[in-house]
């Protein structure tokens, strides 16, 4: 069965973070100064730049991971199972042309082409923490628009009470589906009050630039609270339906991946603690946060649930 390991990572892999672990430019993050000073020059030299509007209601007062961990760690079984293949196989990604088909229970369904979709509503940047399953986690500033400006747009029906997301399903482009370690096109849902949730991130870039495939692109949802397999990545099909949606991960291994997967320190998965975590760069093991920091915005979508139930 496809699984995950939670293998500890290998000093080798965790890079020094001469840049970020630097205080007084933090502070300067923190104070809002422009995040292009402290990246490297070759990220702005390129054409792929990505504009977004610093969002303080979204930041989290910790380090952000560096880009080079963010794009050279990564989960995208696409593209392979190890943490460096993405980036080593995804940069023939084909992401243009490219559309987002919405249907099911709305009453607008529409097949957006990107640049449509990327103009919809302002581009923001917000800063979250990631938090995977596997007991890693980091802090990225993400760019995008809350998903929730899209649903209004199509206007879901009475009966839409899912959302589906449908990943790309191209063995010629993405080698990991020419094996069967998940069940293919990679899908993934949310109930439609957690995918209207402001949090809920509809993504195109990071660090000031378009996501690198490897991420995702051309566009992947964030969701922050929820384990980092529920933000799909190189999303082509976003459905409403009234079912709760199976998804790729209750396939591979339905008693340890469930619908919800919102990050919770006091519910085990079936094979491991999920009580801490390792940030990215750092050495020593940090606290799990009840879903994952968000509980204030979040814990009201979940009144009377019985969480270890709905894992
Ligand atoms: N989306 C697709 N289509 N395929 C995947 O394998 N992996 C998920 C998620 N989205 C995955 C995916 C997992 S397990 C994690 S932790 C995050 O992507 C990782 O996102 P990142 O590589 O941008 O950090």
Same mark, same amino acid.
């Not at 001469?18 to 030299?45: C, E, H, T, Y």
């Not at 099911?104 to 940047?125: H, N």
């Not at 609270?225 to 190189?234: N, T």
């Given at each position: 069965?496809?699984?995950?390991k939670?293998t500890?990572?290998?000093a080798?892999?965790?890079?020094?973070?001469p840049?970020?672990?630097?205080?007084?430019r933090?502070?300067?993050i923190a104070?809002?100064a422009?995040?292009a000073?402290?990246l490297?020059?070759?990220?702005?030299?390129a054409?792929?730049?990505?504009?977004?509007?610093?969002?303080p209601a979204?930041?989290?007062p910790?380090e952000l991971?560096?880009y080079k961990?963010?794009t050279?760690?990564n989960?995208?079984?696409e593209f392979?199972?190890?943490k460096?293949?993405?980036?080593k196989?995804?940069g023939?990604?084909?992401?243009?042309?490219?559309?987002?088909?919405?249907?099911?229970e709305?009453?607008k369904p529409q097949?957006f082409?990107?640049?449509?979709?990327?103009?919809m509503?302002a581009?923001?940047?917000?800063?979250y923490?990631?938090?995977?399953v596997?007991a890693?986690?980091?802090v990225?500033?993400?760019l995008g +628009?809350?998903?929730? /400006?899209?649903i209004?747009?199509v206007?879901? $029906? *009475?009966k839409?009470?899912?959302?589906e @997301?449908?990943s790309?399903?191209d063995?010629?482009?993405?080698?990991?589906?020419?094996?069967?370690?998940?069940a293919?096109?990679?899908?993934?849902g949310?109930?439609i009050?957690?995918?209207?949730h402001?949090?809920?991130l509809?993504?195109?870039?990071?660090?000031?630039e378009?996501l690198?495939?490897?991420?995702?692109?051309?566009?992947r949802?964030v969701?922050?609270?929820?384990y980092?397999?529920?933000?799909?990545?190189?999303?082509v099909?976003?459905r409403?339906?009234?079912?709760q949606p199976?998804?790729?991960?209750?396939?591979?291994?339905?008693?340890e991946?469930?619908?919800?997967?919102?990050v919770?320190?006091?519910v085990?998965?079936?094979?491991?603690s999920?009580?801490?975590?390792r940030?990215?760069?750092?050495?020593?093991?940090r606290?799990t946060l009840m +879903?994952?920091?968000y /509980?204030?915005?979040?814990a009201?979508?979940? $009144? *009377?649930m019985?969480?270890?139930?709905n @894992?």
């Amino acid at each position: 069965m496809p699984v995950y390991k939670p293998t500890p990572i290998p000093a080798s892999e965790i890079t020094p973070r001469p840049l970020f672990n630097d205080r007084r430019r933090f502070m300067q993050i923190a104070a809002g100064a422009s995040l292009a000073a402290l990246l490297p020059p070759s990220v702005w030299a390129a054409d792929n730049k990505l504009a977004g509007v610093k969002n303080p209601a979204y930041t989290v007062p910790e380090e952000l991971t560096p880009y080079k961990d963010v794009t050279s760690y990564n989960n995208f079984y696409e593209f392979g199972t190890g943490k460096d293949d993405p980036a080593k196989n995804a940069g023939g990604l084909k992401t243009r042309p490219w559309t987002v088909t919405v249907e099911g229970e709305v009453k607008k369904p529409q097949v957006f082409d990107l640049d449509t979709l990327m103009k919809m509503a302002a581009i923001e940047e917000r800063i979250y923490r990631l938090r995977c399953v596997e007991a890693w986690s980091m802090v990225v500033p993400w760019l995008g +628009f809350s998903l929730a /400006e899209l649903i209004k747009q199509v206007q879901p $029906t *009475g009966k839409a009470k899912f959302v589906e @997301f449908i990943s790309l399903n191209d063995a010629s482009q993405m080698p990991g589906q020419q094996t069967s370690v998940l069940a293919w096109p990679y899908r993934e849902g949310l109930r439609i009050d957690e995918a209207m949730h402001p949090l809920t991130l509809l993504t195109f870039g990071l660090y000031g630039e378009l996501l690198p495939n490897q991420n995702g692109a051309p566009v992947r949802v964030v969701v922050p609270w929820k384990y980092g397999f529920k933000s799909a990545k190189s999303i082509v099909g976003i459905r409403f339906t009234e079912q709760q949606p199976v998804t790729s991960w209750m396939l591979a291994g339905p008693s340890e991946y469930g619908f919800y997967s919102n990050v919770n320190p006091t519910v085990d998965h079936a094979r491991w603690s999920q009580a801490k975590e390792r940030r990215i760069g750092e050495f020593f093991r940090r606290k799990t946060l009840m +879903f994952n920091g968000y /509980e204030q915005e979040v814990a009201a979508l979940y $009144t *009377g649930m019985d969480l270890k139930a709905n @894992f």
